[in-house]
């Protein structure tokens, strides 16, 4: 059964709100009349752009509940969860969490084979980088339905990369942290579809965002993008934010399980 209900007044759940995707996306939902739930992980550097963020969501009529924790921190979201339940209940609103967006970009750029011991990855950074960037989505997914905080209509999206199924230097723990999310989308799709939810993970072109300027190599990527896509140009963070606030609409009920590419045709080739 499909949910005709607009997005106007219900709630979006932002993984990694900040910055990159994550900021581009709260702005764009904002604008199709969502509030945001936003998570994050700021030092006090960085805070004017979340207060930036948070007050561009407040022009636009909406409200913006923000949190400078460790989404992957398993008391921080059931703390989380619990202060946004009690606000919801207070408000008589059911199933109030529309979309959710897992948007975490936090994990260790380290080879695997070194000289060295140090230099090379070790089983904690591995872990780490797993649970942060795709088992976190599992646990998130797990307390929303359970709490019934998401039901009919709602939109789970991941953000993956080319990186999950292609090799760059450094990049292997995150490349088995992408795979792992899509594996995770998967099977999440089959176990959240009773309930009227869908689930996607979207494989974005190479985006200058703060997560890719980490990446060694980085510029390399940026120019191979440009030189392969017919556009002449890599995708930016609103591109994303565009698509995703499409596949967020009701009539994108029957679109789940996917890998869907959001990168102007980057890999094409002549």
Not at 233 to 244: G, L, N
């Amino acid at each position: 059964m499909k949910d005709d209900r607009s997005l106007e007044g219900a709630w979006a759940l932002i993984l990694g709100a900040a910055s990159g995707f994550g900021e581009a996306v709260s702005l764009e939902l904002a604008g199709l009349g969502m509030h945001i739930l936003g998570v994050h992980l700021d030092r006090k550097s960085t805070m004017a752009n979340v207060d930036r963020i948070v007050e561009a969501i407040k022009n636009q009529g909406r409200e913006a509940l923000f949190f400078n924790v460790n989404a992957a921190d398993p008391d921080q979201r059931r703390e989380i969860l619990d202060a946004f339940q009690k606000r919801a209940e207070g408000r008589g609103a059911g199933a109030p969490i529309r979309v959710l967006l897992h948007s975490l970009a936090f994990g260790t750029l380290k080879p695997f084979i070194t000289e060295s011991e140090p230099e090379s990855l070790t089983k904690a950074q591995m872990d780490m980088t797993l649970d942060v960037m795709a088992n976190s989505l599992v646990y998130w997914t797990q307390d929303l339905v359970r709490r019934k905080l998401m039901g009919q209509g709602g939109r789970i999206f991941a953000m993956t990369s080319a990186g999950g199924a292609r090799v760059w230097k450094t990049y292997g723990a995150v490349s088995a942290a992408k795979a792992a999310l899509e594996s995770h989308v998967r099977q999440l799709t089959l176990e959240v579809a009773p309930h009227g939810i869908t689930v996607n993970a979207i494989m974005a072109g190479v985006t200058d965002t703060p997560a890719l300027r980490k990446i060694p190599g980085s510029d390399r990527m940026v120019q191979m993008a440009q030189a392969k896509n017919p556009s002449g140009r890599v995708t930016t963070p609103q591109d994303v934010a565009q698509a995703i606030g499409l596949l967020a609409q009701p009539k994108a009920h029957w679109v789940t399980g996917n890998v869907i590419c959001v990168d102007g045709g980057e890999f094409v080739v002549d």
